[in-house]
């Protein structure tokens, strides 16, 4: 079985830097090949051999899932790239800012010839610092590209001051505390924070920590995309938790943008992780939970309209 | 995999060594093309294999073969021409671009499409363009007349080149692929996203659905009378029979070939009810339809991928595959 190419999505609003990390990417000496998918076709200065252009068309699967849609261009170009082997280590994509990063996610783990010969990596926004404040109140995609981020690269901090840009990182990990965040002047970050990440392996699910800037800061916010974290102390039963998680995220799979978690079902050596992207789940034993590891649930939501109450009542009602 | 000798064929196959993913294969005349991935169009001869890159570098992503000349579409944006003696000339050149689908007619039109623009060029050279409502993913001219169906998302669409008309609709949600049409030209017929055939009866686009593929069907084949369609995506080759003037509907499919692997080709041989199947563990069988004999062509070879191309010449007698990691070879038949 030969090894899956990994797939990196960078999103982020017009103007915020995606370039110029795409051009960092592709240009620092790591002695690896990208093919890069692009949306604006010849658009000035990427600085690589294969480049193709995407018409970013999104549609719905007929599977009766209206939030289960996905780019059938990509599919298309990822069967024209797949054929030709060893030209490329990895395969970029690049969304326009207006784009909402589900479709692309959703196309890796929906359409079977695709997720046979590649694999989501990671989800990268970057983000503003300058202009995101702005952003939040009139773009929803801003929002939307931030909640579903696995890594999030906080751009042009050298043009804000300390207090803006505190105030910018509240904003973000108001709507999304799990992503893993790094600050940058003109998208200079470290290759190894970018690429390689496996944030949809359920083998990389070690733990999960919100990273809340401001303790209580995120007591206050309204904004209408947050995250909900559970810990539920003690055993799960998996005959009440499977179906609830699935009829869960059945019912509110267009509201649920990313969701995780870490559990201990009763009696099973193993932790159980599951991951998902709208309506589309994942989720398996682990690794044994250790001797002096405390056996609890962990599970995490971004998405919009959350009920917290509602979540955590039918949590409860499905402990062991 | 053990086979009785009397039903094998392989000692009649003439192993090519081709060593890239072969995209598509043909007979150009009596000639063997296969078409690689990488950018080869490579002529089997008698004397050798005669390689040639129309599109320098730059990789193939679709090719259609007809009985003078092979035709391809490159990541450079490029329709080229191949003759049997290795002339090229450049049919259309959409600036970088990747060529998504192509096709041509029996009587020498061509055409080819990069996202939603579609390109028709008769036989005369004569150039006319169109913008589909979104990307069209297949193309396919209609037996009579000089009228392209195109596949895309919600359906298909007939168009008649040379007529200011707007084309005419097929409306179907979802993502439709490949297209083909019956040799009568009564039924067009697409594969879906959903690994599901859709249907149209052309008289009163009549809508025809045909379910309960494990896999995406990638290979359709008309029978040369016309009365059947085989097809890939299932571990065994389903049938459908399209005699009546309803077509499939309410019939159940014709199976032949069943095996544990799934199947990746099929053709119908050019004169006769048989059908060759290539499968993803590149094993290859001949099934009669009339009494579902089968004749082994290839046994399966592990690390050498799935069947991609398969192909018979016009006379019946020979028939040519390719798989995805660079096997091929040549049937001729005793």
């Known amino acids: 079985m030969t090894e899956k190419i990994p797939v990196t999505v960078l999103t982020g609003y017009l103007g915020a830097g995606k370039t110029t990390l795409l051009n960092r990417i592709l240009t620092e000496p790591h002695g690896k090949k990208f093919a890069v998918v692009v949306n604006e076709f010849g658009e000035v200065g990427i600085d690589n051999d294969l480049v193709v252009g995407a018409d970013e068309e999104v549609f719905e699967m007929n599977n009766g899932c209206i939030c289960c849609t996905v780019r059938g261009d990509l599919i298309r170009i990822i069967e024209g790239l797949m054929r030709r082997k060893g030209r490329f280590d990895g395969i970029i994509v690049e969304t326009t800012g207006l784009a909402d990063p589900a479709p692309v996610a959703q196309t890796f783990f929906v359409d079977q010839d695709v997720s046979e010969k590649t694999r989501l990596d990671a989800v990268i926004t970057v983000v503003d610092a300058k202009w995101l404040g702005e952003r939040l109140k009139d773009a929803p995609e801003a929002r939307n590209q931030i909640a579903f981020a696995d890594v999030i690269i906080l751009n042009k901090i050298d043009l804000v001051s300390a207090d803006e840009l505190a105030t910018v990182e509240a904003q973000i990990r108001a709507i999304n505390p799990y992503a893993t965040l790094h600050k940058t002047e003109r998208s200079a970050v470290n290759l190894e924070a970018v690429l390689g990440r496996n944030a949809f392996d359920l083998d990389r699910i070690l733990d999960i920590e919100p990273d809340f800037l401001e303790p209580g800061h995120h007591h206050h916010h309204s904004a209408e995309i947050g995250s909900i974290a559970l810990t539920v102390p003690g055993d799960i039963n998996p005959e009440k938790f499977m179906p609830w998680i699935n009829e869960f995220t059945q019912t509110h799979g267009p509201d649920i943008l990313r969701c995780k978690g870490i559990l201990s079902f009763k009696n099973e050596p193993k932790r159980f992780v599951f991951q998902g992207v709208h309506m589309i789940l994942d989720g398996d034993l682990q690794r044994d939970w250790k001797p002096d590891e405390l056996r609890q649930s962990k599970m995490v939501f971004i998405g919009r309209k959350l009920d917290r109450a509602m979540i955590e009542k039918a949590v409860e009602a499905t402990r062991a | ?334």
């Open chain 2, 1 to 334: 995999m053990s086979t009785a000798p009397h039903t094998s064929l392989t000692a009649h196959v003439m192993p090519i060594d081709i060593g890239e993913h072969v995209l598509r294969c043909g007979f150009v005349g009596p000639q063997p093309v296969l078409a690689l991935a990488d950018g080869q169009v490579v002529f089997v001869k008698e004397d050798g294999l005669t390689r040639t890159r129309p599109h320098g570098d730059a990789a193939i992503l679709v090719a259609h073969i007809r009985h003078d000349q092979i035709l391809t579409g490159g990541e450079d944006g490029r329709v080229i021409r191949t003759l049997a003696d290795g002339r090229i000339d450049e049919l259309g050149n959409e600036k970088g671009r990747w060529i998504d689908a192509l096709t041509a007619s029996a009587t020498g039109a061509v055409a080819w499409s990069t996202g939603k623009h579609i390109t028709a060029r008769d036989s005369k050279g004569e150039i006319r363009t169109r913008e589909a409502p979104s990307t069209v993913q297949g193309l396919s001219f209609l037996p009579k007349g000089y009228r392209l169906a195109y596949s895309h998302y919600n359906g298909a669409s007939l168009w008649f080149p040379n007529s200011e008309a707007n084309p005419e609709s097929l409306e179907w949600k979802g993502s439709h692929i490949d297209i083909s049409s019956s040799p009568d030209g009564r039924f067009v017929v697409t594969s879906m996203q959903e690994n599901t055939l859709h249907g149209w009866r052309l008289s009163d686009k009549k809508d025809m659905r045909m379910s309960g593929y494990p896999a995406k069907i990638r290979s359709m084949s008309w029978s040369h009378d016309g009365d059947w369609l085989a097809t890939s995506g299932a571990e065994a080759a389903v049938i459908w029979p399209f005699k009546d003037k309803d077509g499939p509907m309410g019939k159940p499919p014709r199976e032949c070939g069943v095996r544990p692997a799934k199947i990746t080709q099929v053709a119908f041989h050019p004169n006769a009810l048989v059908l060759a199947i290539g499968y993803e563990d590149n094993c290859i069988l001949l099934c009669r339809l009339t009494d579902a004999a089968e004749l082994l062509v290839r046994v399966p070879v592990k690390g050498q991928g799935s069947i991609t191309a398969l192909a018979w010449d016009k006379t019946g007698k020979k028939l040519v595959f390719g798989t995805s990691e660079g096997a091929a070879g040549l049937l001729t038949l005793p």
